[in-house]
């Protein structure tokens, strides 16, 4: 971190940085192992629009994937792309009115749905003398191989072949509504590594999972595809994520595939085997307080990632070497306690590097990202640093 370091020296920390050789390198490791399918850019892993541009212009990558209709308005009045996919369901009636009156927006973006009630909050936002709204069919990809057991994300109600028929015959009898795509996202393939450190009973388990849960979903998703498909010419059948490019890009039915996380490489993708991202985005917090031996006190870092309450969700530090959380303090709000043998060579002012657990989260922390591409160094804004949030 020596090159970082100086590249920053006139910054005053916290302040958060991106290794554009890193993110590069992750953004060409994805094209590879997606062996030839299109990468749908995951906006939500990434909230800077500078480094949404930069993987778009990465061969191989071609349309954004939003979390939130408003945020797909907004990318799409910047120009970044008329190919948008909203991968939640909406019932924002502000964002859904100014979709239907802009027609341009209603040509680009699609709209995931995945019940009539979704079609019916829609018309009972704009009506129905409107531009049709593009929609795309959500089906559950969990693995369900025993009643009541559902291994996976819980989103769509719409899991069998024939619940995706009628769920496509629905939207093909309403007036105002054109299905142009399937959405399918394995999150107990692409969101869980398979290789947890220190814990070799647990990572065998999630092996074993996996296999299973994809031999079940090759073949339920192309039956799913082929009965969509009886009742709309599809544009496309979007699946996987940064954890499963490999599997979901050798199934026949899926046309492009979804990646964000691992263009950043946060510390949440350190436990898969068949990939190795690079940190390719880091923060930096000041050493305040010097408490004791082998301890260094540290301004703010409290920033703590989403999901379930644990120790794979705190910042990890990461330069330099040796240091670690505390358990009685962790990362705190204004402060954050370091120990190791390191501490003992800081001083006051100096920087600890530090890695976040999930990739996009971190813009929401910070107003500009500081891109660090050979020895220069520039500031872009983040969605924050832009004005924006999206919940």
């Keep these: 971190m020596r090159r970082f370091n100086e590249i920053t020296a006139e910054l005053d920390p916290p302040f958060a940085v991106v290794d554009l050789e890193a993110f590069d390198h992750n953004a060409a490791d994805l094209a590879r192992r997606a062996a030839g399918r299109p990468i749908r850019v995951a906006t939500k892993s990434v909230r800077c629009r500078e480094l949404l541009s930069r993987a778009l212009r990465t061969p191989g990558f071609s349309g954004l994937m939003c979390y939130s209709l408003a945020e797909a308005l907004w990318l799409h009045r910047e120009g970044l792309s008329d190919d948008i996919l909203v991968a939640y369901p909406t019932v924002d009636r502000g964002a859904l009115r100014q979709l239907a009156a802009d027609p341009a927006a209603a040509a680009a973006i699609a709209l995931v749905v995945d019940s009539p009630e979704h079609l019916d909050v829609i018309d009972a936002a704009v009506g129905t003398d409107r531009p049709d709204v593009r929609l795309c069919l959500e089906v559950d990809a969990s693995w369900r191989p025993l009643p009541g057991l559902h291994v996976g994300t819980r989103r769509s109600p719409v899991h069998t072949p024939a619940q995706a028929r009628r769920a496509a015959e629905t939207i093909a009898r309403r007036r105002g509504f054109r299905l142009v795509g399937l959405m399918a996202y394995e999150g107990q393939i ?85 990939f190795q991202p690079r940190p390719a985005v880091q923060f930096a917090l000041p050493v305040v307080h010097r408490p004791a031996r082998r301890v260094a006190t540290l301004f703010s870092g409290g920033y703590i990632a989403s999901g379930p309450p644990g120790a794979d969700r705190v910042p990890v530090p990461f330069r330099p070497r040796g240091l670690r959380l505390t358990a009685t303090e962790g990362a705190g709000e204004v402060q954050t306690p370091v120990v190791g043998a390191a501490a003992d060579r800081m001083r006051l002012g100096d920087r600890v590097w530090f890695r976040h657990a999930k990739a996009g989260e971190l813009a929401e922390r910070f107003t500009h990202y ?17 004005g924006q949030s999206f919940g």
């Design 370 to 386: 500081h891109l660090i591409d050979g020895d220069r160094l520039t500031a872009v804004p983040t969605y924050r640093g832009e």
């Design 190 to 274: 692409a969101g869980i590594g398979d290789a947890p450190a220190g814990r070799p009973l647990r990572a065998a388990a999630v092996r074993w999972l996996q296999r299973r849960s994809a031999a079940e979903l090759v073949e339920r998703r192309a039956a799913v595809v082929r009965e969509v498909r009886a009742v709309a010419p599809l544009e496309f059948v979007n699946g996987g994520g940064t954890g499963s490019l490999e599997r979901t890009a050798a199934e026949p039915a899926v046309t492009e595939l979804a990646a964000g996380s691992g263009l950043i490489g946060p510390s949440l993708f350190d436990s898969y085997r068949s």
